[in-house]
């Protein structure tokens, strides 16, 4: 079965502080993504790694840095943030390729105080 | 950029009936287009894929169609079942190589 494993599963931070959101993946998978989500809302693209090199960046504020340490994972470093980037942020996964199915974790709910 | 589109936003049908929803996307190089359902508090799980050289996919309950010409895909549930209640989006990969997801539809199936 496939699997994307995203830690923490919930995050209260206050908007000084510095904090990471995690996702792991060993199906061999070389793009990953983050998406935003707020409620009752489609996911929003935020940014795609493929080959660990980032390829697309949705015009996300700095105050969101991703990074993709290896092929297996994916960070997202939060500083700074406001109260209206609470969401559920959904990390996914997929081969590389033309038309590759991607496969979602079950996100980290962020609540910002 | 791509922009998709998705009614209805809530359908609500009874056990056994059918469930339709539909989807049109404006980017005619646009060639991929996955379904995925989201129960509360849950990830969103692809449950059908179809590729644009395919007119209609079909994996046991659920089917896809898909008119390139009018540019849009809708999915088709038969036989619902409670466990079908749950958010579902439609999604369009277009030239800038990224998923674009409709606004979601809640159905909801009553007993």
């Known amino acids: 079965d496939t699997e994307v494993t995203q830690t923490p599963k919930h995050l209260v931070m206050g908007m000084t502080n510095k904090k990471s959101l995690k996702c792991e993946q060993h199906?061999?998978?070389?793009?990953m993504y983050w998406y935003k989500q707020k409620a009752k809302k489609p996911p929003e693209l935020m940014f795609v790694?493929?080959?660990?090199?980032?390829?697309i960046n949705e015009s996300v504020p700095s105050r969101f840095s991703p990074e993709c340490p290896n092929s297996s994972l994916l960070n997202l470093h939060l500083h700074a943030l406001q109260p209206e980037d609470s969401a559920l942020y959904l990390c996914?996964?997929?081969?590389?390729?033309?038309?590759?199915?991607?496969?979602f974790g079950d996100g980290t709910r962020l609540s910002i105080l | 950029g791509e922009n998709v589109e998705q009614h209805p936003s809530t359908l609500s049908v009874q056990e056994g009936d059918s469930a339709v929803i539909k989807c049109t996307y404006s980017?005619?190089?646009?060639?991929?287009f996955p379904w995925y359902k989201q129960e509360l508090g849950k990830r969103p799980q692809l449950i059908i894929d179809?590729?644009?050289?395919?007119g209609e996919k079909k994996d046991q309950r659920i089917a896809v169609t898909l008119n390139k010409t009018a540019k849009h895909f809708s999915l088709h549930i038969t036989e619902t079942q409670p466990e079908d209640s749950a958010v579902y989006f439609c999604?369009?990969?277009?030239?800038?190589?990224?998923?674009?997801f409709g606004t979601g539809t809640r159905l909801q199936v009553t007993l």
């Open positions: 996914a996964s997929s081969r590389t390729g033309v038309n590759q199915p991607q496969h």
């Open positions: 199906m061999g998978h070389r793009a």
């Open positions: 980017d005619s190089a646009s060639n991929y």
């Open positions: 790694y493929s080959y660990e090199k980032l390829s």
């Open positions: 179809i590729r644009s050289n395919v």
């Open positions: 999604a369009a990969r277009g030239t800038a190589s990224k998923l674009t």
